[in-house]
């Protein structure tokens, strides 16, 4: 659980969160877990926790299961440990990269009966983009990644602009991610 002392880091975290390509926002649990079901072992996507005392959770993917932990910890710790220019993300990813196995296991959850078979080894992130989505989509995410929300009004008609503004449309369709990630899978 975060202290008050963090308030800035956190703040920091969120801004970084909201740019990064497998962080999936709102998505419960249950939705992840069909996602990466469908995805190797060591897949992981960052989400935000349903929990009062965490505000993001990692959901990855083992050899056995699909395990949710709550992330706000490890990801300002993986921030403290990298380069400062690095997004807390980021960083992150270079933490999997350096620390994998029984050392990331000890910072995600204390080991115990029901973690006692598990060998946890993060390997790849799932990203938006791993999905394929939809043209629309990626219509609509190249014209936020090309242009500052608060000056769209002045170049697109309202309704486009408060289209693009609006928040769920941040993360492609979740029954379509999945549909893709299982055919995928059905292809390996």
């Known amino acids: 659980m975060l202290s008050r002392g963090s308030d800035s880091s956190l703040a920091?975290?969120?801004?970084?969160?909201?740019a990064c390509e497998w962080y999936?926002?709102?998505l419960d649990w249950k939705c992840a877990k069909k996602m990466l079901v469908s995805c190797t072992p060591g897949t992981y996507l960052l989400r935000d926790s349903r929990s009062d005392s965490s505000v993001f959770t990692l959901s990855y993917?083992?050899?056995?299961?699909?395990?949710h932990s709550h992330a706000d910890d490890l990801l300002l710790k993986a921030a403290k440990l990298t380069d400062e220019r690095l997004s807390p993300l980021d960083a992150f990813e270079i933490l999997v990269q350096r620390c994998n196995g029984?050392?990331?296991?000890m910072l995600l959850y204390e080991k115990n009966e029901v973690f006692s078979n598990i060998n946890l080894c993060l390997t790849s992130p799932l990203r938006k983009r791993?999905?394929?989505p939809s043209l629309q989509f990626l219509s609509r995410q190249r014209i936020v990644d090309n242009s500052h929300l608060v000056n769209a009004a002045q170049f697109l008609p309202l309704p486009?602009?408060?289209y693009i503004r609006d928040s769920k449309y941040s993360n492609p369709p979740i029954?379509?991610?999945i549909r893709n990630l299982q055919q995928r899978a059905?292809?390996?």
């Open 61 to 67: 993917r083992t050899s056995q299961k699909i395990l």
């Open 186 to 188: 059905s292809r390996r």
């Open 130 to 132: 791993d999905c394929v």
């Open 24 to 26: 999936w926002g709102d």
């Open 175 to 177: 029954d379509e991610c």
């Open 160 to 162: 486009i602009a408060n």
């Open 102 to 105: 029984p050392d990331l296991e």
């Open 12 to 18: 920091h975290l969120i801004l970084h969160a909201q």
